[in-house]
């Protein structure tokens, strides 16, 4: 009986042995090996490449983040579009922007409501937002740029005045409480 008992005592250390072994393993997290990756994938590229020639005298950016282009007063409001980034923003020679463009990839088709969600805080900040499903055409992109100035402030402000606060987010259905007492 006494053999059983000091076996088990042993196997019992040896598992408790390896399990903290294990553990502090754990606690000492590897880094991976740092690698170069692109800037851009292939339709970012060829979309850049197109602005660059259509829009010679503009300041073209790239994956900007939100936090640069919102603020607000509130760390709430703030939160929401805390890892946004827009894929191009377009500055005029003063260095104000004047269009943020967008391109559609396969993993937004899967998530519309989220590219429509970005577009409309956007718009509600004011900016003008174009939105391509593609690589645009420079056709595409003479007919969006290369329009007079006071079609596109009549727009912004036609846009501004329309959409509300609340707008973007969904109608959902709600239920009313009566709170009796």
Request: with cysteine; proline share 3%.
């Amino acid at each position: 009986m006494m053999i059983y008992i000091l076996v088990g005592s042993l196997l019992l250390m040896c598992v408790l042995f390896m399990a903290w072994k294990s553990l502090e393993s754990n606690t000492k997290q590897q880094d991976s090996a740092l690698k170069q990756r692109a800037i851009f994938n292939i339709s970012e590229q060829i979309t850049f490449t197109r602005l660059k020639e259509i829009l010679p005298q503009s300041t073209v950016l790239a994956h900007v983040s939100f936090d640069a282009l919102l603020t607000t007063k509130y760390s709430r409001t703030r939160h929401k579009y805390r890892n946004m980034v827009a894929d191009f923003v377009v500055l005029d020679k003063h260095y104000q922007v004047s269009a943020i463009i967008t391109l559609d990839d396969p993993m937004a088709l899967r998530r519309p409501q989220n590219a429509q969600y970005q577009d409309a805080l956007l718009e509600m900040a004011g900016y003008r937002v174009i939105r391509y499903e593609d690589v645009p055409e420079y056709y595409q992109l003479r007919q969006d740029f290369l329009i007079e100035k006071t079609t596109h402030q009549q727009f912004d402000r036609s846009a501004a005045d329309s959409i509300k606060k609340y707008d973007f987010y969904p109608n959902l259905d709600r239920k009313k409480i009566r709170i009796l007492g």
